[in-house]
């Protein structure tokens, strides 16, 4: 799955899930949605050669605020951004 794909369906995941994803991160990355491990080790998401990116429910709140006027693909790309910079 691309990290776009699991943007636009953010609402299909729990909020306890991570996104993974490929490095460099861009929207057409592979990803993945999964359960973090109890520890919550960033470390121990790494697989497949996808580390952690963001939480779902960061990046369901982050969208919260998102004017749905510009899109997804430029959400997408914001979102990555605030995953390389802020988070």
Not at 22 to 37: L, N, T
Request: glycine residues 4%; hydrophobic residues 45%.
């Amino acid at each position: 799955m691309k990290l776009s794909e699991i943007v636009q369906r953010l609402d299909a995941f729990d909020d306890d899930a991570t996104i993974i994803a490929a490095k460099p991160w861009a929207s057409s990355s592979r990803a993945q949605v999964i359960e973090p491990p109890e520890s919550g080790l960033a470390t121990e998401m790494e697989r497949d050669g996808m580390v952690y990116f963001l939480e779902i429910a960061i990046a369901r709140e982050f969208k919260e605020d998102w004017p749905s006027e510009q899109g997804e693909a430029a959400f997408c790309e914001r979102l990555i951004q605030y995953a390389i910079n802020d988070a």
